[in-house]
């Protein structure tokens, strides 16, 4: 078995205008200072990561890993999340969706769309670049809108939804292979990877490709009411990145799973910090771990109510207190009575 590397902090929601979170140089400082040991860095905030100089130079991107080894760090992953989100994206949005994108495409969906695949492929090869090993995203969505079979679907209408998002994808994730990184989709509502039905219908539809993967992030499934424990146990073979996210769903009379157009605070389901929610990290920690999962505990801080820089003091904490130290030796091993091969086969009555 192998230890869970972390703790460690997604910075996209912490990045700002002002210090120290406005600079890589102390935003990994303030990270490293709250009790971190890597960071996964948002290719899309300019104020931290250059993704164009990234992708066209190591000596770049070694220049990059060495500041946050200044301040004793790793960089964990790459994160393309809002370009992935514009791979695919419906009409519904493209107002709101615009906002993801560089000015020049703004307006301009096709145009949009080509600009987005080219920053999912340049986070691929700067993920190469820094020797990374998986790289985060997001699905994006064309069946989304259809989402509840009311008004009554036409037939095909998501078989064809789900054919052109593998199309757009499918050379994503062979770049992804040539790069020798995984692409981990997160499976999130709001878009068309939201649970293990669409990531199968997807998985099928680009024949099983090798570097199509999942990041396991709890808080979007106990949003769903679906069983993040069994999850693991369906899909583990294809979780490559783990976001350490906790959230709670309290349904009413009033409300329950889609939450009436309420704010954050006022949903049945919402984020919280971590320990704050329902999640069981035990749990989760306990199945990874026998898994062998080898990959990086990442915070993701989005909570309705607490402070941010506190969430992430305590989140540190809480991920360190969860991982498990793997053990070298099994607990029974005193008692083993140090038989070989002639000895099994005596005790099994083999030679009589």
Request: glycine share 10%; net charge negative; charged share 25%.
């Amino acid at each position: 078995m192998k230890t869970i590397k972390g703790p460690a902090l997604f910075l996209a929601q912490f990045a700002g205008d002002a210090a120290p979170f406005n600079s890589w140089t102390s935003i990994t400082r303030w990270a490293a200072d709250c009790g971190y040991a890597g960071v996964q860095v948002p290719t899309w905030d300019a104020r931290l990561f250059d993704l164009d100089r990234a992708a066209e130079s190591k000596d770049w991107c070694d220049q990059f890993k060495g500041e946050a080894a200044e301040a004793g760090l790793e960089v964990t992953e790459l994160a393309s999340h809002l370009h992935g989100q514009l791979v695919a994206a419906h009409p519904a949005y493209d107002t709101m969706l615009d906002g993801f994108a560089d000015p020049s495409v703004r307006g301009n969906p096709k145009a949009r769309q080509e600009w987005a695949v080219d920053r999912v492929m340049k986070g691929l090869t700067a993920s190469r670049n820094l020797g990374l090993k998986a790289m985060a995203t997001f699905s994006g969505a064309l069946a989304w809108p259809y989402l509840y079979p009311w008004p009554q679907r036409p037939a095909g209408l998501v078989e064809t939804a789900f054919d052109e998002l593998a199309a757009r994808w499918r050379p994503i994730l062979d770049h992804a292979e040539d790069c020798g990184i995984d692409l981990c989709y997160e499976i999130h509502p709001g878009e068309d990877l939201h649970d293990g039905v669409t990531f199968e219908m997807f998985l099928e539809r680009v024949g099983g490709h090798a570097r199509c993967n999942m990041l396991y992030d709890p808080s979007h499934y106990v949003l769903q009411a679906l069983d993040y424990l069994d999850n693991i146990d369906i899909y583990g073979s294809r979780i490559r990145m783990f976001h350490v996210k906790d959230a709670e769903l309290n349904p009413t009379g009033r409300q329950g799973v889609y939450g009436g157009f309420q704010s954050w605070v006022n949903r049945a389901g919402r984020f919280r910090s971590l320990g704050d929610g329902q999640v069981d990290f035990g749990a989760i920690f306990s199945k990874l771990t026998a898994l062998d999962f080898d990959g990086w505990a990442v915070v993701e801080w989005e909570c309705a109510l607490k402070h941010p820089e506190d969430g992430a003091r305590e989140g540190a904490e809480f991920v360190r207190n969860h991982i498990i130290r793997v053990t070298p030796n099994a607990f029974d091993d005193f008692a083993g009575a140090g038989t070989d091969e002639a000895a099994n086969r005596a005790m099994l009555g083999l030679d009589r």
